[in-house]
């Protein structure tokens, strides 16, 4: 959750930077396009140090394949692995391009990040085709919670499939609607990864605890009570068996 949190926060920033750019790219006067050569370059260097988590990303992915093949239904199937084999690919083309900059310049590995883009589009549509039968089931099913979560799903995939063909210049927008719907779906995305609290668990344990302490507390006082009945009970037979004993003396 840490490492997501952190690239998911970089994200924001990123398309952060983004919309902005977009909004002072018809600047006319010098604070204006120093501003938005600001902002590309801090887009521009947050794309490039997000690329380095990314490595070892495809592991987990590789790992849900199987998962994806265990499907009984072709449909679902069939969406399930094209969504990981497309996104696996996004993951090659970005380690690829990545490598390609770091070697020979930024200017270089370009098409081949846009290349990984353009899969990644591929996948998130595939992602929201999943997510649309899913969604279907559960308003069959009458899940209130379940449709909700699809609704989310649906509109964040889509709203990244939008983003990434942007970025790889595929289908051009706007970058300012392109950057507030990356810093809406980063907020999301952290949201989810965000850790939660237990509280009401907590609660209910603090309630049983105190049950049990007042329990044990009614037990020794019970306890306490026999013993200081049973010392009463034998100090009286005690006095019986001596006067018993004097009324035989005499």
């Given at each position: 959750q840490t490492c997501e949190g952190r690239d998911r926060l970089l994200r924001l920033f990123q398309f952060g930077g983004r919309a902005v750019m977009g909004l002072t790219a018809a600047a006319s006067g010098a604070t204006g396009r120093k501003v938005?050569?600001?902002?590309?370059?801090?887009?521009?260097?947050?794309?490039?140090?997000?690329?380095?988590?990314?490595?070892?990303?495809?592991?987990?992915?590789?790992?849900?394949?199987?998962?994806a093949l265990q499907l009984r239904n072709r449909v679902d199937q069939a969406l399930e692995?094209?969504?990981?084999?497309?996104?696996?690919?996004?993951?090659?083309?970005?380690?690829?391009?990545?490598?390609?900059?770091?070697?020979?310049?930024?200017?270089?590995?370009?098409?081949?990040?846009?290349?990984?883009l353009k899969c990644l589009s591929v996948s998130c549509l595939f992602a929201m085709a999943c997510g649309l039968r899913r969604l279907s089931r559960?308003?069959?099913?009458?899940?209130?919670?379940?449709?909700?979560?699809?609704?989310?799903?649906?509109?964040?995939?889509?709203?990244?499939?939008?983003?990434?063909?942007?970025?790889?210049?595929?289908?051009?927008?706007?970058?300012?609607?392109?950057?507030?719907?990356?810093?809406?779906?980063?907020?999301?995305?952290?949201?989810?990864?965000?850790?939660?609290?237990?509280?009401?668990?907590?609660?209910?344990?603090?309630?049983?605890?105190?049950?049990?302490t007042e329990f044990a507390q009614r037990n020794d006082d019970v306890d306490s009570q026999a013993s200081t009945d049973a010392t009463l009970d034998a100090k009286g037979l005690e006095r019986f068996l001596a006067c018993d004993a004097e009324s035989e003396d005499l």
């Open positions: 938005h050569t600001n902002a590309r370059n801090f887009m521009v260097a947050l794309a490039s140090a997000r690329r380095t988590f990314r490595w070892g990303r495809e592991i987990p992915i590789i790992l849900s394949i199987p998962h692995l094209s969504q990981k084999m497309s996104l696996l690919m996004f993951v090659i083309f970005d380690h690829i391009g990545w490598l390609r900059q770091t070697s020979t310049g930024m200017k270089y590995g370009v098409k081949t990040i846009q290349k990984g559960s308003v069959d099913a009458d899940q209130g919670c379940e449709w909700r979560t699809c609704m989310l799903s649906i509109c964040r995939n889509g709203s990244c499939a939008l983003q990434a063909a942007h970025s790889a210049r595929w289908w051009e927008t706007s970058d300012v609607l392109v950057g507030l719907m990356g810093v809406a779906t980063s907020a999301m995305d952290i949201a989810s990864a965000w850790p939660r609290q237990e509280k009401p668990k907590v609660a209910v344990e603090q309630s049983c605890s105190e049950q049990q």
